[in-house]
């Protein structure tokens, strides 16, 4: 079976402030990618960013980056610099076989003015 | 944006009444998806599909149904709905090929509220 877990339900952070939300996953597969994705208030999904196995290096996007770490199978979202339009709920991804998508629970992020 | 289109976007169903929801996709992805979202669960996958005709259970299946016929179009049935399937339901459509690394573009969502 593969699992995401997303153990926070909840943070808050300080605008202009730097925030990580934590993601862990377990897979069986030797080749895979890992979305991290955004959901405002408004309901839309939103992908942030998205990291293959393989690659050592870790990806980033603007403001957003990850830190992958393939041996603790953990995959957290770092948000530089948080702007109050970054409040949102986030859920971290893996595929399976078969592009069959699994999703953890979701953090919820609130940022203080 | 991805051209997929859920409907309906809202609907006030009573107990015990079938439902269908749809999701239409111009995107000719192979790979379509419903999940439904729940306060405290996250998104959870009801049904998938990796081609016409072919689908298979995700992980919260019991109650509900569904039907590809042709590549653009997903549906999902509630055959006796139950206060306990009030939620959001979003469809999702990804993979043009077998490949894990394409991402899933979402529906707007639907919600359903069963009385």
């Known amino acids: 079976a593969q699992t995401v877990t997303q153990s926070q339900p909840e943070m808050s952070v300080q605008e202009a402030e730097t925030v990580t939300l934590s993601c862990t996953y377990d897979?069986?597969?030797?080749?895979?990618?890992l979305f991290w994705y955004k959901q405002p208030p408004s309901r839309q999904m939103i992908l942030v960013i998205r990291?293959?196995?393989?690659?050592?290096q870790n990806a980033t996007e603007n403001r957003f980056s990850v830190n992958f770490q393939k041996a603790a199978k953990s995959f957290s979202l770092k948000i530089s610099d948080s702007q109050l339009g970054d409040a949102a709920m986030y859920f971290c991804?893996?595929?399976?076989?078969?592009?069959?998508?699994?999703f953890g629970k979701g953090i919820t992020l609130s940022v203080r003015p | 944006d991805a051209g997929i289109t859920q409907s309906p976007r809202h609907k006030v169903t009573e107990t015990g009444t079938p439902v269908t929801l749809r999701c239409h996709q111009t995107?000719?992805?192979?790979?379509m998806y419903w999940y439904r979202q729940d306060p405290g669960h996250g998104l959870r996958l009801i049904h998938y599909?990796?081609?016409?005709?072919?689908?298979d259970k995700g992980e919260v299946s019991d109650g509900y149904s569904v039907s590809r016929s042709k590549t653009e179009d997903f549906l999902l049935t509630l055959e006796s709905a139950t206060s306990s399937q009030t939620s959001v339901y979003f469809c999702?459509?990804?993979?043009?090929?077998?490949?894990?690394?394409?991402?899933?573009?979402f529906g707007q969502g639907t919600r359903l509220t069963v009385v």
């Open positions: 999702a459509i990804s993979g043009y090929t077998d490949s894990s690394e394409s991402e899933a573009f």
């Open positions: 897979t069986s597969e030797s080749d895979y990618y």
């Open positions: 990291q293959e196995a393989y690659k050592q």
């Open positions: 991804a893996c595929p399976r076989a078969n592009s069959k998508l699994t």
């Open positions: 995107e000719n992805h192979r790979y």
């Open positions: 599909s990796y081609g016409v005709k072919d689908t």
